[in-house]
């Protein structure tokens, strides 16, 4: 029944900057996390960075410092700001929404290419 939305993505030079957007159906604060993935070409897919119920983020290395997870739980909505992108960046990325009553549960967005150009 958990619906996720994602909008943002598309080209952009390296250096530059890009926000995508997260919306869910239901409350994410009912989620134990909300997570961003990524899946370059002819790459295993990447955890990016992740947000617990309790505010919490992690982000893998490669990414620190540049991207930023954040949420507005009033809207249901997570978002990855992306800064200095760089080409190794360009993949496309997934929201997705873990939860836990027993066993874990995971929900999965449409995916968005995001491409950054030299």
């Known amino acids: 029944q958990v619906q996720l939305v994602q909008s943002g993505g598309g080209l952009v030079q390296a250096g530059g900057s890009l926000r995508l957007s997260c919306a869910s159906s239901g409350s994410i604060s009912s989620f134990n996390a909300m997570n961003w993935y990524r899946q370059a070409p002819e790459k295993e897919r990447e955890l990016v960075a992740l947000i617990n119920n309790m505010g919490t983020t992690t982000y893998t290395n490669s990414v620190k410092g540049r991207f930023t997870i954040g949420r507005d739980n009033a809207k249901n909505t997570v978002y990855l700001e992306m800064r200095s992108l760089k080409p190794e960046d360009t993949a496309v990325y997934y929201c997705?929404?873990?939860?836990?009553?027993?066993?874990?549960?995971?929900?999965w967005g449409q995916g968005t290419q995001v491409t950054v150009s030299s």
């Open positions: 997705s929404a873990s939860s836990y009553d027993g066993s874990w549960s995971t929900y």
